[in-house]
Every structure is written in structure tokens, then in C-alpha cells.
């Protein structure tokens, strides 16, 4: 088979052995990925990471104990937990110590023909959602995690900064949610297929809103998004951080301090809410494909997915 491979910021395709099966774990056929944000700090350097990435993916299960998983097309959750520790009986496997994380820590991820995730992490796709559509599983249950971990008061206005893959889907899960959202931007392109969307959309001007929101999303995945997010926040506001930079962001902690502002780091979610949206098609997904590539053409495709202007990029 063949697998694609990160090293010292270089994309190639290898090939590799099929792997084996360990007992728990469903061997996958990967049948679409996603390249984010994510993928591409690796690729810059992020956590040092060597080897083959991919977390966004679907797939159809090949082999596993659990029999009726069999033929079926499944997402999954990327974090592999030990099931045994103080945070695992917690229902915080996402923070287990011990973990590995698909694609990105300590785990292989699904940019290659076959993998294995351990069947509990496996979630069936609704037979009538699309492959292409279900491939935003995992960056939708990232958005939704927002509102599993603040409580934003009913019809609150939220800023969410960032026009890129996952601001645009931070700003529909809001939307759907019944939150009046302000997205602002920098990509004209982008903007117009947010207000598609149905969101309140707008140029980032110089000068961004001062102390203008109680809750300001930062999803720009550029190292002055927070600086920008804690200018926008009202005193005793919160800023939720999504963006994961290959590189640490200096910031001026006091204004944190004085205006007694909360920071709120938001990772994964949970894939069950963000297959429902999904499958009732709350959100669009389709429209913010920009391109496909077959596993073979990877580097072309981390190549397109890294210029100006351009949302998600699959392998197939």
C-alpha cells in the first residue's frame, strides 16, 4: 500500500506494509481525508512531528471483532485514551496522559491506503450523508465543543474571527444554535461564501471593534489572532482559542489581568452532535471543498491547501 509521509517540512508517498490489527482495533480503508490547518503546522514543524499525518478521514471498516462494523463507512475520534487512568474515569479521555492522538501524536494517522483506530473510538456514518460531506466530522465536532464547554447566554452576540475551514464552521454551529454571529475576515472570496452560509460576514478592518463582545472566537491560525481576539472582548469576557500554531505567541497579559478576561482553550469534540448536523443537513460543508487529489498526488495537495484563499482539500 501506500502512505504519505511528514519529515523536516516535506511531503512524499511511500510505500508501506499493510499494518496489522490489534485486538479491539477495526483495519480501515480510507476512502476520503481532509487536510486542515492542522496538517499543515506539522508540516511547518509543529510538535516535531515525523511520519504519517491525517485525523480528518472516512473509512470503510475491512476487518474488526465487533462483526456488524463490517462494510460499514465510519469516522472516528482521534484520541486513542488508556481507558484506565483518573481522567479516562472521568470521561476525559481526550486529556489522558498516556494518549495518542491520530495523525499527530504518537499514532499513525490516516493519510495511507489501510489504518487501525480501536473500535470504541469508531462512530457509523448516517447512510445518507456523503462521503465528502462526512469528511467534516471531526472539525464540525470541534466547533460544537464550544458550546459543551461555555455557557453563552441565549441570543448573545459572538464575534468569531477567522474566515478559514473552521471559522466557517464555528459560525454555522452558532448560527443553528440561534447565537447572532459576527464574522470578520480578511479573504473577499471567503466572506462571500460565509454570507452564503447565512452569516453576518465582514472585512476585518484596520481597526478592529474594541471591547464590543462578551465572547470572541479566535480561529484566524495566525500568530496576532489573540492579540486581536482580547482587543475585541469586553472586560470580564471570554475569548475561546482554536488555532494551534507551530510556533509560541507572544501576548500582553496584563490587559488579561486588568479586564479580568478568561481564556478558554477549546480542542475536539465529540463526533455524535456533529454527524446530527450532518445528517439533517443544519450545515453546509459541500461548498467549502476547493479541491481533490488522490493519495498518490499528496504533495501537490498539501501544496494547494497551503495558498491564499483556498478551504479544504481532500485526498481520496
Known sequence: MIAVHLDNGRVTVRKAPKPRRPQGHALIRLL????????????????????????????EVVEADTKRLVGHRVVGEINLS??????????????????????????????????TLPERNLRRVPDLVPTEAAVFAEPLAAACEILE????????????????????L???VLTVHGYEVHLFGKDPAKLRLAVKLGL?????????????YNWVVEATGAPDGLRHALEMVRPRGTVILKST??????????SCVVNEITLLGSRCGRIEPALELLRTEKVDVL???SDRFPLSRAPRAFERAAEKGVLKVLLT
Open 245 to 254: 500554531l507551530h510556533r509560541p505567541v507572544l501576548f500582553n497579559t496584563a
Open 170 to 172: 464555528i459560525g454555522q
Open 287 to 289: 461548498d467549502m471543498i
Open 82 to 115: 488508556c481507558g484506565k487512568c483518573s481522567w479516562c474515569q472521568r470521561a476525559m479521555g481526550r486529556h489522558c496522559p498516556s494518549r495518542k492522538v491520530l495523525g499527530i501524536a504518537k499514532q499513525a494517522g490516516a493519510f495511507r491506503e489501510f489504518f
Open 200 to 212: 453576518m460576514a465582514e472585512m476585518a478592518p484596520r481597526k478592529l471593534p474594541r471591547a464590543a
Open 32 to 59: 476520503c481525508g481532509g487536510i486542515c490547518n492542522t496538517d499543515l503546522e506539522l508540516k511547518r514543524g509543529y510538535q516535531g512531528f515525523t511520519g504519517v499525518p491525517g485525523h480528518e478521514f472516512v473509512g
Open 149 to 168: 464547554q461555555a455557557r453563552i447566554p441565549e441570543l448573545d452576540e459572538i464575534a468569531v474571527l477567522g474566515d478559514g475551514k473552521l471559522g466557517l
